[in-house]
């Protein structure tokens, strides 16, 4: 199957930094990559949607001047964590798929835990 | 409401039970479902998914859609201790070429006891 990695796997910064999470499709190409965001014991919530070579769509509440997301190439999106806060501090797992495959065939990264002290 | 409800458990059973895991939804715009398997800090893993309403089997799992009763399950049959994780139901509107994201419920923690 289709493979996603992310790096870091898991990152601790302090409050105010910035910090950058990479998604690489490693062996397909991902049109469409999308950033959920998960707390304790509870469900993965999707941030954003972007499409490469496009700007990212934001859900409702997620502030896109503070979670800036990149997608320059079929292959890599990163979200950027600006001026990071504890409540930040979460699970964020990317997923990707391409245009040709069905919705289920959306394939998910490993997370990045962030803890912001 | 929730678009998606799920009891998140934790499901505790014995080692070689069935197990019936559910989600109710509320959007009828939903037409693709899908089950994950998440293990601690780890990325959800694909289990089943299904198109529309009916059913489906893949082994030990089997998955079912009640668009009627917009309704789905997740049966596991002789569970086994490695079968204890969070099991997260998904879905989406999209079709073919859509770049939609998919809805989450919130997962159930099941733990399938030796």
């Known amino acids: 199957g289709a493979v996603v990695s992310q790096h870091p796997s898991w990152v601790i910064c302090k409050s105010g930094t910035s910090v950058k999470i990479e998604c690489r499709s490693l062996?397909?190409?991902?049109?469409?990559m999308f950033w959920y965001r998960q707390f304790p014991k509870q469900s993965l919530m999707l941030m954003a949607t972007?499409?490469?070579?496009?700007?990212?769509?934001?859900e409702q509440g997620v502030e896109k001047d503070k979670f800036l997301i990149n997608h320059a190439s079929l292959t890599l999106s990163t979200l950027t964590v600006t001026s990071a806060h504890p409540e930040d501090s979460s699970f964020y797992i990317c997923?990707?798929?391409?245009?040709?495959?069905?919705?289920?065939?959306?394939?998910f990264g490993p997370g990045t835990r962030l803890t912001v002290t | 409401q929730k678009e998606v409800e799920q009891d998140p458990g934790p499901l505790s059973v014995p080692e070689g039970a069935i197990v019936s895991l559910n989600c109710t939804y509320s959007?009828?715009?939903?037409?693709?479902f899908m089950w994950y398997r998440q293990y601690s800090r780890k990325g959800p893993e694909l289990l089943m998914y299904?198109?529309?309403?009916g059913n489906k089997e893949d082994g030990r799992f089997t998955a079912q859609v009640d668009k009627s009763s917009k309704y789905i399950s997740l049966f596991i049959r002789d569970s086994q201790p490695s079968d204890s994780a969070t099991y997260l139901c998904?879905?989406?509107?999209?079709?073919?070429?859509?770049?939609?994201?998919?809805?989450f419920g919130k997962g159930t923690h099941l733990i399938i006891q030796p």
């Open positions: 972007s499409n490469e070579g496009s700007k990212a769509t934001y």
């Open positions: 299904t198109y529309s309403s």
């Open positions: 062996d397909f190409q991902a049109t469409t």
């Open positions: 959007n009828s715009a939903f037409q693709y």
């Open positions: 997923s990707a798929r391409d245009r040709q495959f069905l919705p289920h065939e959306q394939y």
């Open positions: 998904a879905m989406s509107a999209g079709g073919w070429g859509g770049a939609d994201g998919l809805t």
